[in-house]
């Protein structure tokens, strides 16, 4: 398992409540990187104070043969993996089914 380290922004005066759903996609930022992009392992609950907040968000690699994204930048993407997986392992069985 990895961490995505997602920086976060709150505009308003009051907190915010969000979540950042398992199976949310983020994409590494240069696609010529080699690297690969992320899938959120589990539901992320959190709230964002006002101002600029870093969360850790667990995730697990989705593409087998490319390197690992160690302090890769990445984007988060409007996909969402929406098969069941359980771990590292069962997500790439899950993505060799298609």
């Known amino acids: 398992m990895y961490w995505i380290d997602v920086t976060v922004e709150n505009n308003t005066t009051k907190p915010i409540k969000t979540t950042i759903n398992k199976g949310t ?6 696609l010529n990187s080699g690297a690969q992009c992320l899938v959120v392992e589990r539901d992320v609950h959190f709230t964002i104070p006002p101002g600029v907040k870093v969360i850790k968000v667990p995730a697990h690699c989705m ?9 890769v930048p990445g984007l988060l993407t409007p996909f969402r993996f ?17």
């Open 82 to 98: 929406s098969k069941s997986f359980l771990n590292q392992q069962h997500l790439w069985s899950q993505i060799n089914r298609g």
């Open 25 to 30: 996609v983020f994409e590494v930022k240069s």
């Open 63 to 71: 593409n087998r043969d490319a390197s690992i994204p160690h302090h």
